[in-house]
């Protein structure tokens, strides 16, 4: 058992560092096996253990040492270390089907309620690619974003559904693909009537559908409100949430479908580029004439970033 007065991490490295020293004036091994070192709860048993006496013995623990020190921290089996080591982006991908991606839409609307906007729409996607690939989304910790909701930690700002979707983009198709792929998901949410999902199991029946013309999760969920006529966290309101995460979630499948396919496009411009500032394209909307506005030209530090690209 380790000492309850140090940390796991402590303790690890300590032993690390007495093993590699024990090595260096090993010339035939020891008699005590690997398990008896790493398990030993008293650093006084460990030195006497490890005095040199224990040392003379044993071709064996020559090369038991010897692999365990050669990659630091080599506690871990080479598969335990696969696991606990993220892979490399993009993860693997494979298309979804018509029903797949329905199944993801039931699945983000009903895991709405469990963990709220993005935490829905990327554990959509996930749960349906664990059982089609396994690793490394078998072992994702889905509850990521789950601080994105009601705009991120309920501050209005973009909708979690879209911090979701961009996280599963990502997985799949690598950071630059991903970002494109978004960037339509976000197209889709701003200018679409949404929700359009219908669930098998809905908590609420809605009449109304609504046009955000915005991705911010205050102007989304107020527009549709106001239309349909129910207050915040009402059960229409939830379950209108709840399907429009699923439309995120089977709309980030459908592109990556298409990409799997060499047939995806990025057809959206970021409106960054259109207004020479982070931005959406309806500003007046909530500002009116009061738009900020900047005071200098557009992209004169882009040179600062060829260096990392």
């Known amino acids: 058992m380790i000492p309850p007065e140090r940390s796991q991490l402590f303790y690890c490295c300590l032993m690390v560092d007495r093993i590699r020293f024990a090595a260096r004036f090993m010339r035939s091994g020891t ?28 071709a064996a623990g020559v ?19 696969a696991k606990a080591s993220p892979a490399a982006l993009p993860w693997p991908y ?21 963990g709220f906007c993005s935490y829905a729409v990327l554990s959509g996607g996930v749960e349906i690619l664990r059982k089609k690939i396994g690793e490394p989304y078998a072992s994702f910790p889905m509850e990521l974003t789950t601080f994105a909701h009601g705009g991120t930690s309920g501050w209005g700002g973009t909708c979690g559904t879209l911090i979701g979707a961009g996280v599963l983009s990502t997985l799949c198709a690598g950071p630059k693909v991903g970002e494109a792929i978004n960037n339509e998901v976000i197209n889709f949410y701003a200018t679409t ?14 009449r109304t559908q609504s046009v955000s013309n915005s991705p911010l999760c205050h102007l989304s969920v107020g527009k549709w409100m106001q239309k349909e006529g129910v207050g915040f966290l009402s059960p229409q309101q939830m379950d209108r949430c709840g399907r429009l995460a699923a439309d995120m979630c089977m709309k980030t499948l459908e592109l990556l479908n298409l990409w799997a396919d060499g047939k995806f496009e990025a057809k959206t411009k970021a409106p960054v580029f259109a207004n020479e500032i982070p931005s959406q394209n309806n500003c007046t ?13 557009f992209g004169t530090g882009l040179d600062l970033l060829k260096a990392g690209h």
């Open 285 to 297: 909307d909530c500002h009116g004439s009061n738009v900020p506005k900047t005071s200098g030209p």
């Open 31 to 58: 008699n005590y096996h690997m398990e008896e070192l790493l398990l030993m709860d008293d650093t006084r048993i460990f030195d006497e253990k490890m005095s040199r006496r224990g040392l003379i013995k044993g």
């Open 63 to 81: 090369a038991g040492i010897a692999a365990l020190t050669a990659g630091g921290l080599g506690f871990l089996s080479k598969a335990d270390a």
């Open 193 to 206: 009537s949404l929700p359009i999902f219908v669930p098998d199991h809905p908590k609420a029946q809605i």
């Open 94 to 114: 494979k298309k979804c089907t018509a029903e797949e991606i329905k199944q993801a839409g039931n699945i983000a609307h009903d895991n709405w309620f469990k």
